[in-house]
């Protein structure tokens, strides 16, 4: 088979200039690379010794065990073969579909590459043998591959004097010795267990979304059927869904199949806050690079791709790293050291593909409020296992526990305000709701305190503290913006109240000054922690305005819900070969929901007057801040992550049943998107068709119902 | 009791035992694996302190007047370091042989030029941070290097193959056989 495959001999030519008279220079027999020794590398996993031990497998199979692995563009081994010398032929055996680069170089500067093409029409692994012309060199790399399978070299022998016989210097196994090698997981028993039970070693995607559109229907089933007499045996059984909710949230243990930290998340929460005073908005990744470049990775940088994230376009990594070299004037030299560090965590606990991915995302954007927190508690010792987690346990590290702890109070406090049916309903849409499912923000850090806060808000306002509610939802908006919404209907209340009666409503006037004071002592507290004073705030608002204007796939709201046409989705009008692929995409969704910026209007403008008209029909400003969250769908797209914000809606003590069905036939309806369409932009779009449909309903209906007594409104 | 429901208990309190006795061998290897991976980094942050004094050095050399021994002093240690750079080890190269011996190679040729450039260039001040930090960078090797070593005893003598807390393989990491930096 060797021999049959040797045929295909490619004869590649044109290679580095050769520093004197090939002829005159010594002619080692033998492989050369045997003498040779490892000089540098770059992103190869697997023995590099496998690649001159003699050993090939046969023609078209794929063993693991046997092969470096190269697992980024980058990726390369390279040789000092001791002396100048002339190189007239190559045996490697490689991935079918790889085209690989052989590179010469006379000082291990300088390097002239040499292109080796994939074999067409073929799989597995494959041998080649190459006639090499006027190929001088004293250092040689293998690597920087391209194309389509496994990018993996079982193989490479380097000749000045090619064998007669190329079959006499490889030896050919018939099986692989340790098939385990290579795989990435080994099985636990119960991982064989699901494995044989389902066909898939971890619970995936859509086995978990099934699970829990089967757990929203029980709980509407349970919330529509049966009489007065059954409501202890209800409340029992919709206990039971909600706890198996919560534990959905976390996938019932497969977490990030299995990591529990969401490593992608905390590179940017924990240095962009730890960092904020050098960084800022728009240098997270560019400085990131650099620390890459003086780690030894330049080459993976320059053939990569990062997000320019002062203007939230993707560039080629070298023009980034010329740009990065500022990066050490503002930091210290200690904490240029810390920060180095705290890179070097993240990109080690990352595998390369997704390390390169972190740098092609869209930065640190969180507010000086947030940064104030989650740089104090990032602050508390460099990135560890300990201070940040690790392991498929929730419990391995201090802040990655913060999350499930916040999710726990907001239930809590839903229980302390508004009774436990209302905790329960919750609970399961928490627990069952697609769009902010585990793999977006769970085991991150501090991604759930704007929720916290914004149902405490709520909470202490139904409990007759609204100034203090004022102030907590007041927090809420200085982290993530959006919450303001919940003031709206509390303002309009107020303006009615007034315009009817010529009076101050007191609860909402108290809410607002809470709010008031909250900002006036959060806002100058957090410019002077950033260390750059309310410029901060501005560059804040800068970013978030440079955010806005950038369409993601996994927005969703009215907006979204516009600008998405099927003839402009992601799969249509992506360009892999592009430096930003979604280039394209992008421009095609700010073109559509320009075309139909009036249409927008009138629906905001409608569903504003609706939204005024059911401020007016609640009770007192508890009510109507719970009202708040049905307008941020309609005035804006939010990363689907976000969409818990709808968890207000269904607390209203009155027609608690209906909201609470409501809610979970939308959560059901979600479920039946997500299992439906593959494509994220797709999914955000019917998903911002139900979410949209779900607040213009409970606006509706708080709009249509009877006038509440004068003496009530505003109690 | 019936004897099926003596042999259940039976096979149940045996099937614990040596689940309990698993974890306790896995716990001990997991708990070596992050010993190791604390050295390692103790290791990392040595060559940082080293790669700052090899900064100020080379600032300080070309600060002098230019001497032929200087400037070859100088060429060696660029040299050394383009080498040094282009050797990034993960985890996954920590137990690579092939790469585990250059490194520690290029370490040791890094180390050699930078004590000549410190004597060429008379920075006799730098010179004795310098040891100070071939030393404690030498240490820190060691101590990885003890660290791996009772790492890959575990390995040896547990009989699973998997670490419970990742599913992925335990990889075997390689013992630096003397201190590197000399």
């Not at chain 2, 193959?161 to 992925?168: F, K, M, V, Y």
């Amino acid at each position: 088979v060797l021999a049959t495959s040797l045929a295909f001999a490619l004869v590649v030519a044109g290679v580095a200039s050769p520093p004197g008279d090939a002829r005159a220079l010594p002619c080692p027999t033998g492989n050369l690379l045997a003498a040779a020794h490892l000089s540098g590398w770059l992103d190869t996993s697997h023995p590099s010794a496998l690649l001159g031990d003699g050993v090939v497998v046969p023609e078209g199979a794929f063993f693991p065990s046997q092969a470096v692995l190269f697992e980024s563009d980058a990726a390369s081994l390279t040789y000092d073969l001791g002396a100048v010398v002339p190189v007239r032929a190559a045996l490697l055996q490689a991935s079918a579909g790889m085209r690989i680069s052989l590179q010469a170089s006379g000082d291990g500067r300088t390097w002239r590459p040499y292109s080796i093409a994939p074999v067409p029409g073929a799989a597995g692994m494959r041998t080649r043998m190459l006639s090499l012309d006027d190929f001088v060199a004293r250092y040689v790399r293998v690597g920087e591959p391209s194309g389509d399978g496994p990018r993996a070299v079982t193989e490479l022998q380097l000749f000045c004097e090619p064998p007669s016989d190329a079959s006499s210097v490889v030896r050919v196994l018939t099986q692989d010795p340790d098939p385990g090698t290579g795989g990435g997981f080994l099985l636990t028993p119960a991982r064989r267990l699901w494995l044989a039970l389902t066909g898939t070693p971890w619970l995936t995607e859509d086995q978990a979304n099934v699970a829990k559109l089967l757990l929203c229907l029980s709980a509407i089933a349970v919330l529509t059927l049966g009489g007065a007499r059954w409501s202890r045996a209800r409340g029992v059984m919709l206990a039971a869904i909600a706890l198996a909710s919560c534990l959905g949230y976390y996938d019932w243990g497969s977490y990030h199949h299995p990591d529990y930290v969401h490593e992608h998340e905390f590179f940017h929460y924990f240095v962009g806050a730890k960092y904020f005073r050098e960084l800022g908005y728009s240098r997270l990744y560019e400085c990131a690079s650099l620390a890459d470049s003086e780690e030894g990775l330049t080459r993976r940088v320059e053939l990569g791709t990062v997000r320019d994230l002062s203007t939230n376009e993707l560039v080629s990594g070298g023009s980034v790293l010329t740009r990065a070299q500022q990066c050490r004037d503002l930091f210290s030299a200690t904490r240029w050291a810390d920060f180095k560090h705290d890179v070097s965590y993240f990109r080690d606990h990352t595998s390369i593909d997704r390390w390169q991915h972190d740098l092609r995302d869209h930065g640190y954007n969180p507010s000086p409020v947030w940064t104030m927190l989650g740089g104090a508690l990032a602050n508390l010792g460099p990135a560890s296992r300990g201070l940040i987690g690790h392991g498929d346990s929730m419990f391995n590290g201090c802040l990655a526990l913060l999350d499930p702890v916040l999710l726990l109070a907001t239930l809590a406090t839903i229980v302390w305000a508004f009774g436990w049916r209302s905790a329960l309903v919750a609970a399961i849409f928490l627990g069952c709701n697609p769009l902010a499912r585990y793999a977006w923000t769970g085991g991150a850090f501090l991604r759930q305190d704007w929720l916290m806060a914004t149902v405490l808000g709520v909470a202490l306002v139904e409990r007759d503290k609204p100034a203090l509610g004022g102030a907590s939802l007041a927090y809420a908006t200085l982290v993530r913006l959006f919450p303001a919404a919940f003031f709206v209907p509390i303002a309009m209340q107020a303006a009615l109240a007034l315009r009817a009666r010529r009076r101050v409503e007191r609860a909402g006037l108290r809410v607002l000054t809470g709010a008031a004071i909250a900002v006036a002592v959060l806002v100058p507290a957090s410019a002077v922690a950033s260390g750059a004073g309310l410029a901060a705030w501005r560059d804040f608002a800068q970013n978030s305005a440079r955010q806005a204007t950038t369409p993601s796939a996994n927005l969703v709201g009215l907006p979204a819900l516009l600008s998405y046409r099927p003839s402009t989705r992601a799969e249509v009008l992506v360009e892999p070969a592009r430096i930003d692929p979604m280039a394209t995409v992008t421009d095609a969704r700010r073109r559509n929901l320009r075309a139909v910026r009036p249409l927008q209007a009138v629906l905001v403008v409608a569903f504003l007057l609706l939204f005024a008209r059911a401020a007016s029909r609640t009770r007192g400003a508890s009510e109507g801040a719970l009202l708040g969250a049905a307008a941020i769908p309609i005035v804006s797209a939010l990363s689907s992550y976000y969409t818990s914000y709808l968890v207000p809606l269904a607390l209203p003590r009155d027609d608690r049943d209906g909201r609470a069905i409501g809610l979970l036939l939308s959560t059901a309806a979600l479920c039946v998107v997500q299992a439906s369409c593959s494509e994220e932009d797709v999914r955000c779009a019917w998903s911002s068709l139900v979410v949209v449909l779900f607040a213009s309903w409970t606006v509706w209906r708080s709009a249509t119902r009877a006038v509440p007594a004068a003496a009530e409104v505003g109690a | 009791m019936t004897p099926p429901a003596r042999l259940s208990c039976g096979v149940s309190v045996a099937a614990a035992i040596l689940f309990l006795a698993a974890c306790r061998s896995s716990d001990g290897r997991v708990a070596a694996d992050l010993a190791a991976d604390d050295r390692w980094t103790a290791v990392q942050a040595a060559l940082e302190v080293r790669r700052g004094l090899s900064r100020e050095l080379g600032s300080q050399a070309r600060a002098r007047a230019p001497s032929e021994g200087v400037t070859l002093a100088l060429q060696d240690l660029d040299d050394a370091r383009l080498r040094t750079s282009g050797m990034p080890m993960s985890r996954d190269d920590l137990a690579d042989p092939s790469k585990a011996s250059a490194w520690q190679k290029a370490q040791s040729t890094l180390a050699h030029a930078r004590r000549a450039l410190a004597r060429a260039a008379e920075a006799t001040e730098l010179e004795g941070q310098l040891d100070v930090a071939d030393r404690e960078f030498a240490a820190a090797v060691a101590r990885y290097t003890a660290a791996a070593t009772a790492y890959d005893d575990l390995l040896r003598t547990a009989g699973l193959d998997a670490n419970p807390l990742t599913g992925r393989r335990f990889l075997p990491r390689v013992a630096f056989a003397t201190p590197a930096g000399d």
